[in-house]
């Protein structure tokens, strides 16, 4: 028997992983990242096998990741959380600079950076585990504070995306629920649960053609989250 009210009682950091193939650059959030042995200092990373990320640290052979810090801007998480690289090149429009192995670096979220040599990768079903050796890391700015995964749950109601390692299947039914009961005033705002993207029905979704003054309640069924791809049900009124 599985209880999983206990998996979000597992404590784990929030990172960015990134690597960089023949110029090509990627990255993706990730609680998975821990350090395996201390001499020589060895990592892993758990990597989904329908990522981008996964065939090009397979074929670059390193990866960096990055200690995202407390108060990390919510854009960053939406599209390097919830998008796909096989979509948006998500590096675009975003200051980074390249470690000396060539992976790219946020430097304003990040706390500190650790480049690998993939050293081993190991089929776990869903996902790649991937092994390296560290070969340089830095300080960025010591006096920030770590994010946690509970700080992400808690402060910013975060949950797991699909591709996740720890990802855990919502109660779809209830939630769903949830939001036609909450959805009595038809010109509230809704909540991304997932990612904590805001509906403002005032705006409305021009990029999808939804017109300013469009209630949540009115957009069509298939509307989805315009930063994570969340569904409907996945959204929650605020007010
Ligand atoms: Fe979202």
Known sequence: MLNTEAFYKISYGLYLVS???????????????????????????????????????????????????????????????????????????????SGEMGNPIIKQVS?????CELEQTIDVGTHLLFIGLLKNNEMLDSDKTPLTYLDYQTLRNGKSPKNAPTYIKPETEEEAEKVVKENIDKLSKYECLVCGHIYD??????DSGIPAGTSFEDLPDNW?????GAEKADFQAID
Do not use: H, M, W
């Open 201 to 206: 029905p005032t705006i409305g979704d021009p």
């Open 19 to 97: 690597t960089e193939l023949n110029g090509r650059l990627n990255g993706y959030i990730a609680n998975t990242v821990f350090q395996l042995t201390a001499d020589p200092a060895r990592f892993a990373i758990s990597c989904n096998k329908d990522n981008l990320s996964a065939e090009l640290i397979s074929a670059s052979k390193k990866f960096a990741f990055s200690i995202l810090e407390k108060d990390v801007d919510q854009k960053i998480i939406s599209r390097f959380g919830y998008k796909s690289g096989k979509e948006i090149n998500k590096f675009e429009d975003i200051e980074y600079f």
């Open 111 to 115: 706390i500190a950076y650790f480049e």
């Open 224 to 228: 989805v989250c315009p930063d994570c």
